[in-house]
């Protein structure tokens, strides 16, 4: 048996200042004998020859009196609430009622995608870069428009908002929110930051940008945070729609 002393361990008869055979004693003492905190034994144990074999049964709880958050990670997470109503019908036993770790697996694991980090890119000029993207509402207005198409100026953070009957008219209204912006500010859009989608990538409007100057920056696929000012923009927008309807008791296709 080794007792963990193993600085005082050795096949070295002639090195103990004190030694007595075992082998006749059918019992051996390991530390104090002791259990620290109660004072009680700890076991008996009858020897075979010069084996000490641990008779006593063990008991099943022995391994699993561990803490909170050991049972947390052996059963998949689970919430606290779970795990004290476990402890509480004596399906586990916890060494610990209450545990201060903080899980930090739990919620990585319930992230759907990775955060997005702010961009740092800014720009000094008006319409160096103009965000925009297209909104279909489920009802249809009673001006016979379903869809509207906004653009905001990314330096003054401006907004226009002009209603579409179909989405194929998105590439006219470009057309005539750039001539707006070109008379009345004298400024040339340089930039265009939208989602990948038809209206904005196609043939015509491609053109159009090239003949211009004018560069496309689309967003990967089921990526919309990278278009993420004009999201931010129609969802504040149809708080504001929704909010005014709802004020003034009208339907929704107002």
């Not at 990967?220 to 945070?225: A, D, F, G, I, N």
Request: aromatic share 12%.
């Amino acid at each position: 048996m080794d007792t963990g002393a193993t600085s005082h361990m050795t096949s070295t008869q002639g090195n103990l200042t004190s030694y007595f055979d075992m082998s006749n004693k059918h019992g051996i003492i390991v530390g104090n004998s002791h259990d620290f905190q109660t004072g009680k034994p700890i076991m008996r144990c009858e020897s075979w020859g010069e084996l000490y074999p641990i008779t006593k049964p063990t008991n099943p709880y022995t391994f699993a009196a561990v803490t909170p958050s050991l049972w947390h990670d052996r059963l998949g997470h689970l919430g606290a609430p779970v795990l004290t109503s476990l402890r509480k019908n004596k399906l586990i036993k916890c060494n610990q009622i209450k545990d201060s770790r903080i899980c930090h697996s739990c919620p990585l694991g319930k992230h759907v995608k990775f955060p997005f980090y702010a961009s740092n890119s800014c720009t000094i000029m008006p319409f160096d870069i103009i965000h925009s993207d297209l909104w279909t509402s489920p009802v249809l207005s009673s001006s016979s428009h379903r869809y509207y198409v906004l653009f905001v100026d990314d330096y003054s953070k401006f907004l226009w908002t002009f209603p579409l009957s179909q989405k194929s008219h998105t590439y006219s209204t470009f057309l005539n929110f750039k001539s707006l912006i070109r008379t009345q500010f004298e400024r040339d859009i340089k930039n265009i930051q939208c989602e990948n989608d038809t209206e904005f990538d196609n043939g015509p409007f491609w053109e159009f940008c090239k003949a211009n100057g004018i560069s496309f920056h689309f967003s990967c696929p089921h990526t919309s945070p990278q278009n993420g000012k004009a999201e931010r923009q129609i969802r504040t927008s149809n708080n504001i729609v929704r909010t005014l309807l709802a004020h003034a008791s009208l339907p929704p296709s107002f």
